[in-house]
């Protein structure tokens, strides 16, 4: 049976003390390879991505593709510039989805 894996991608400064944690990190230095990590990682049975909104801002279309599918689960942390507030906005706007209103 095959397991699902979880990964960081990010920049390198953000991303590798993840490894520490054990997760698989994915250092990328552009949008560009953001996006050929994320679609082969969506290929290979990832469950989880984890990635910087910084990146995520350059990729709005790519994770959108993969929004209502069961797998890989994008969630979107903090880079080591900080955050822009796309992460918890996203989460307000699926906890809207579900419920039907803002608790949050």
Known sequence: MD???IA?????DSVLGFQA????????NSADEAR????????????????????A??????IARYQDAVTP???????????LGIGMANV???VERAVGADIL
């Open 57 to 62: 801002a350059q990729l709005k279309n790519d």
């Open 73 to 83: 689960a994008i969630i979107l942390i903090p880079g080591k510039e900080g955050s």
């Open 8 to 12: 960081v991608i990010g920049d390198a």
């Open 3 to 5: 397991m699902y894996r």
């Open 92 to 94: 307000k706007s699926a």
């Open 21 to 28: 944690l054990g997760l698989e990190v994915c250092p990328v």
């Open 36 to 55: 050929q990590a994320i679609h082969r990682m969506a290929r290979e049975n990832y469950a989880i991505l984890y990635l910087t909104e910084q990146l």
